[in-house]
Structure formats: structure tokens, C-alpha cells
């Protein structure tokens, strides 16, 4: 799974009335700009082989319907894969969002921080675990070289510091668990509870035995 970068970006401008904006630095239209300019750079500065997401989750700004507020915040994640990729991208960030507010004579705050790192499975250990997968009753499919996801996981630090693997449970057996996490209407199929609490007794007797 990815690594995850959290980050807050406070544009500054100058308030203005409505009636006057060329009095004013409008901030709406600057943030307009940076969302645009970020959701660009994956598809235009990152290999199309590679992974880079940005995604903006919040914007807040102004208070009122009839005056330019003289800041706006943007808050989101940048997902990618590769270290060399995720350093690419947090100096492409900071570049573009201090050009583009600079460009409108605006000036941009920006915060971002280094959350999650990469969660990389180690080859063996990955191998011993699809086997006691296998060998678990009531598993019928084993994915070994499932593709990458873009969500993120903190289990990412155990990894750092000694080998293992992380396993996903499919739990859409068609009439239940259809819902994904982050989501009002998830469900948790509870007939997955067995299989789960068998596999982690086999992998205990299949490494201890």
C-alpha cells in the first residue's frame, strides 16, 4: 500500500467587496487555480508507469456571500509508491502551490507531513503466509501478487524495522461485506470470523511447529 502525506495550505490574499474585486486579491480564484494545478501534476511531471495521487478532501474560506475573504485553506493527501517518487512530488507541490499564488500576488502557507510510510511486504515471509492462507479451511483464493493499492496502513512501520506481511480477508461473498471502510453503510461480515481465527492458529502451528 502507499505511503501517505497529509498537508494544509492557507492562501493569502486581500479581502475585497464583491462589487470590487480589483481592489482586493481574490483567494476563491487562487485556490480555484491550485486545485487545478496539483490534480495536474500526477499526469504531467510523474511516469504514467508510476503512482501519484493527490487528493484535496477540504476547502474553507470566507464567510459571507457578498466579500472576497482574505484567506482560503485547502487540506488533502498526496498517495504515492516509491520513495523517490513521494520526494518528487512533495517538491513539485511546494513549487507549484508557492508559483501559482505568487503568479495572482497572493502568497500560499503550506504544511505537509510525512505520515505513513510504503507498506512493503518482505518475500519470505509473504510466501509463508500465502501458504498457511492456503491451507486454511474455508479460503478458496489466494491472491499472491495482488496490485498495489493507494490507501494506507500504519502496520508500514512495523515493516520498516523487520521483515513481514500483510495480508488482506475478502469479506463480499455477494450478499454480505459489498460496502468498503470509510463508508455509513459498511457492514462487517462476521462469518469471516472463523476463517480469520483459523488462519492465525495455523500460522502460529505452522511457525512454532
Not at 478532501?57 to 485553506?73: A, K, L, N, R, W
Not at 520513495?83 to 517538491?91: A, H, K, Q, T
Not at 463508508?183 to 462476521?190: A, E, L, M, Q, T
Amino acid at each position: 500500500m502507499a505511503a501517505i502525506d497529509y498537508f494544509s495550505v492557507v492562501l493569502r490574499g486581500k479581502s475585497a467587496h464583491g462589487a470590487h474585486p480589483q481592489q482586493g486579491i481574490d483567494t476563491v480564484s487562487i485556490a480555484a487555480q491550485v486545485v487545478s494545478v496539483l490534480n495536474a501534476l500526477p499526469s504531467r511531471h510523474v511516469d504514467a508507469l508510476e503512482s501519484a495521487i493527490v487528493s484535496i478532501g477540504q476547502i474553507h474560506g470566507g464567510t459571507s456571500d457578498i466579500v472576497i475573504p482574505e484567506t482560503v485553506e485547502l487540506r488533502g493527501s498526496v498517495r504515492t509508491l516509491k520513495p523517490e517518487i513521494r520526494d518528487l512530488m512533495e517538491r513539485l507541490f511546494k513549487r507549484a502551490v508557492e508559483h501559482t499564488a505568487a503568479a495572482q500576488g497572493g502568497t500560499a502557507e503550506i504544511s505537509y507531513r510525512r505520515a505513513y510510510p510504503a507498506t512493503i511486504n518482505s518475500a519470505h515471509e509473504t510466501d509463508r503466509a500465502s501458504l498457511c492462507a492456503t491451507n486454511t479451511r474455508g479460503v478458496t483464493n489466494v491472491i499472491r501478487d495482488g496490485r498495489p493499492l493507494l490507501a494506507g496502513e500504519d502496520f508500514a512501520f512495523m515493516l520498516e524495522r523487520a521483515p513481514g506481511a500483510y495480508l488482506f480477508f475478502g469479506q463480499n461473498d455477494g450478499a454480505k461485506g459489498g460496502v468498503p471502510v470509510h463508508n455509513p453503510g459498511y457492514d462487517f461480515n462476521d462469518d469471516l470470523l472463523p476463517i480469520g481465527a483459523s488462519y492465525l492458529a495455523g500460522l502460529v502451528e505452522q511457525e512454532l511447529g
